[in-house]
């Protein structure tokens, strides 16, 4: 079935760095643009970033534009969110989510869970 | 990059209809019939709802609609269950290339 697992997600110091990753399967994963989403805790959802399906094209929020890097591997059905100077206020549950053609994102992940603190 | 304006709490009895109104610009939820609406429950990952603005993914009840005027786009449940009490997100593209969602709303059905 059509399936999106993160991992990667953890305990981090301010400042410092981590990746995200998101397998891909059930489905033609070059086919489609993958976003990330992420949730702070008792908030709303936040989008973060976007990658075309064959990775020549990223939007970022403004949030973390400079600071994020989303890349694909379409050969191994991946998905990377790398993420340095990383704050507090990156603290949320981190999604990733399948592209529904500009119109939304019709499969999420279950999500990896992000701490920043010291 | 504002985030769409969502109520953050409506409430219903079972039967009855509520609406959930995203209110966003020109530069998003009025510029582009890509609105969606997503249903999160807690502890869960959201779940797509809705579409272009008033589409249903197979799956999902036709209880569900959605609808928009102008920068204004709407959720509606109607003959609530206790089962729809949840969280609801609203998303817009919009004109940056990038994606927006609203600050979500509780519904608790009473």
């Known amino acids: 079935q059509v399936q999106l697992v993160e991992s990667g997600g953890g305990v981090v110091q301010p400042g410092r760095s981590l990746r995200l990753s998101c397998a891909a399967s059930?489905?033609?994963?070059?086919?489609?643009?993958m976003h990330w989403v992420r949730q702070a805790p008792g908030k709303g959802l936040e989008w973060l970033a976007v990658?075309?399906?064959?990775?020549?094209?990223?939007y970022y929020a403004d949030s973390v534009k400079g600071r994020f890097t989303l890349s694909r591997d379409n050969s191994k059905n991946t998905l990377d969110l790398h993420m340095n100077s990383l704050r507090p206020e990156d603290t949320a549950v981190y999604y990733c989510?399948?592209?529904?053609?500009?119109?939304?994102?019709?499969?999420w992940g279950q999500g990896t869970t992000v701490i920043v603190s010291s | 990059q504002s985030a769409l304006t969502q109520p953050a709490y409506v409430s219903g009895s079972p039967g009855q209809s509520i609406t959930i109104s995203c209110t966003g610009t020109?530069?998003?939820?009025?510029?582009?019939?890509?609105v969606s609406w997503y249903q999160q429950e807690p502890g869960k990952a959201p779940k797509l709802l809705i579409h272009s603005v008033s589409q249903r993914p197979s799956g999902v009840s036709n209880r569900f609609s959605g609808s928009k005027s102008g920068n204004t786009a709407s959720l509606t449940i109607s003959g609530l269950q206790a089962e729809d009490e949840a969280e609801y997100h609203c998303s817009s593209y919009t004109t940056t290339g990038s994606w927006v969602f609203g600050g979500g709303t509780k519904l608790t059905v009473l």
């Open positions: 989510a399948k592209d529904l053609q500009f119109d939304g994102m019709d499969v």
């Open positions: 020109s530069s998003d939820v009025g510029g582009y019939n890509y």
């Open positions: 059930g489905f033609t994963f070059s086919a489609y643009g």
């Open positions: 990658v075309s399906h064959d990775g020549s094209k990223t």
